[in-house]
């Protein structure tokens, strides 16, 4: 049974700093994808930045030079480093993982990932 829990959200200033977590529990880390989504009020929940089993690394547009994920496969901890944060920035985010490798552009879909956290809420003012 794969469980993910998301920790490290919580309100901070524009030009601020937040480091969330994510552990994960109940599957060998061999290949997968692990990715960290954002939902904002009445909007889509969207991908935000990803890391395979590999070590790639992929973000969207709007956080590249400003977030960092990072993963340690040792803890089981998957980690976001988000720099330089913007009201924009504002929504719900959620851990996700998907048993197998990613390509292309499928990272970015919602429907590429079997497992989902419950969310730790990120505001930005």
């Known amino acids: 049974h794969v469980q993910l829990v998301e920790s490290g959200g919580g309100s901070v200033q524009a030009g601020g700093s937040l480091r969330l977590s994510c552990v994960a529990s109940?599957?060998?880390?061999?290949?997968?994808?692990m990715g960290w989504f954002r939902q904002a009020p009445g909007k889509e929940r969207e991908a935000v930045a990803a890391?395979?089993?590999?070590?790639?690394?992929r973000y969207a547009d709007s956080v590249k030079g400003r977030f960092t994920i990072s993963l340690d496969k040792a803890k089981r901890m998957l980690y976001l480093q988000m720099n330089s944060l913007k009201t924009e920035d504002t929504g719900m985010y959620y851990c996700?993982?998907?048993?197998?490798?990613?390509?292309?552009?499928?990272?970015?879909?919602?429907?590429?990932?079997?497992?989902w956290g419950q969310g730790t809420q990120v505001t930005v003012s």
């Open positions: 996700a993982a998907n048993l197998g490798p990613m390509y292309g552009y499928s990272w970015l879909a919602t429907s590429e990932y079997n497992y």
């Open positions: 109940g599957y060998g880390f061999s290949s997968y994808c």
């Open positions: 890391i395979d089993s590999d070590g790639t690394t």
